[in-house]
């Protein structure tokens, strides 16, 4: 099934609302949709992710799809690594993995939705076959203000999301705040918090402790990512439990974490480790460590929902409480199935390929706000 093009259409598809976090405010979530299709005329749909701009990523792409054309499909792994050294060691840019894996992720990953739709199998089906039925997500509390927070909170709960997980790192008095808001709207869940590297140590661990009242179940990277598995073993007195995010890419870097014992969670995504099958070599190591891996969700749409379930269902050691972003988007790009949970729980698709259809209509309006140049983040 030999390889007879690859498309790559720039898309900028807005936020409903402003995106709070600790790294300030985000519009959209812009993304390369990637298509590959074979001389059967078999097409397999991704999408890369993105950052910091679309351009640099999409030159890499350009420069990478030659070396794709006409050589089998079930190479695609192969050729990706074979390109990161020719492409990227080779011109002296061995330390780039990062930026590597999130430009490249999209082949990777629409080749397996090829080879799904081609043998008429789910992609989970494709790497050995699914070990649940249904993958659990969070309630992603949206907002500014504590107020606004606290009303969300409470839509959520009414919705029946048993976790509920909310962006701090905003400022200590606000995100003390904003947490009493959402506790006090949502009891009796279970209620996670991500800093997003906003905190030095001594402000780590402040926080934790002023925190810890309102019953937290994982702080996620309250420390910047470059201080590695030596940056929380220094929260370990804290005492609360931790997830790592930013600290980790490579299947290396989880084994580094898992092995400092001072995180209970790898949060993880498809783009960030170039596709599904070192996503899986990551669960591997982290499942040999009995420590759960986590669905990690950058500004992305529901392709990638739909492929991260996929590939989540696959490994044991999964957490019940993984991350989507397409809820947030003014216009998602999936036509079907609907990627609502409920209750916190998406079923897994059973149909070939990642089992979604494309809005095509959403796809070419998200490419024209691209072409206009629609803005990302606001203006300095
Ligand atoms: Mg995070």
Redesign the pocket.
């Known amino acids: 099934m030999k390889i007879r093009d690859i498309r790559t259409t720039p898309l900028l598809c807005h936020f409903k609302n402003d995106y709070h976090w600790a790294d300030g405010v985000t519009l959209s979530s812009p993304i390369v949709l990637i298509e590959i299709e074979t001389e059967d005329g078999v097409i397999g749909i991704a999408e890369s992710g993105v950052g910091p701009t679309i351009e640099p990523m999409l030159a890499i792409l350009r420069d990478a799809i030659p070396h794709f054309i006409g050589k089998s499909v079930y190479d695609t792994n192969k050729l990706i690594w074979d390109y990161f050294m020719t492409g990227f060691k080779a011109r002296g840019m061995g330390s780039q993995y990062r930026m590597f894996s999130r430009t490249m992720s999209g082949i990777e990953l629409a080749a397996w939705d090829a080879i799904g739709r081609a043998t008429g199998q789910p992609v989970c089906n494709v790497l050995g076959g699914a070990v649940r039925d249904e993958v659990g997500y969070f309630g992603f509390v949206q907002g500014d203000t504590p107020n606004e927070l606290r009303s969300h909170a409470e839509e959520l709960v009414k919705e029946g999301y048993p976790v509920l997980y909310v962006k701090v790192g905003r400022g200590n008095d606000l995100d003390l705040a904003i947490v009493k808001a959402v506790r006090e709207a949502a009891p009796h869940v279970r209620l996670r918090l ?1 800093a ?1 590297e906003a905190w030095d140590t001594l402000q780590a661990i402040t926080m934790m402790k002023r925190l810890k009242p309102f019953d937290i179940e994982i702080m ?2 309250p420390i910047p990512g470059t201080t590695g598995p030596d940056g929380f073993r220094r929260l370990q007195g804290a005492g609360m439990p931790m ?1 790592a ?2 600290s980790v890419y490579l299947p290396e870097e989880v084994f580094a974490l898992c092995s400092s014992h001072a995180v209970q969670s790898i ?1 993880l995504g498809l783009h960030e480790t170039c596709g599904a099958l070192r996503w899986r070599q990551a669960a591997g190591i982290a499942a040999a460590a009995n420590v759960r891996i986590n669905i ?1 969700g950058i500004f992305e749409t529901g392709i990638t929902t739909c492929m991260a379930n996929q590939v989540g269902a696959t490994v044991s050691n999964l957490d019940d409480a993984n ?1 989507i972003m397409w809820q947030l988007l003014a216009e998602d790009l999936i036509q079907s199935p609907s990627l609502k949970p409920s209750r916190g729980f998406l079923p897994v698709s059973r149909k070939p390929g990642y089992g979604f259809e494309l809005n095509w209509d959403a796809v070419n309006r998200a490419h024209e706000k691209y072409r206009q140049r629609q803005a990302w983040v606001p203006a300095l």
């Open positions: 991500d997003n996620e990277q997830a995010d930013q949060v990690h991350q």
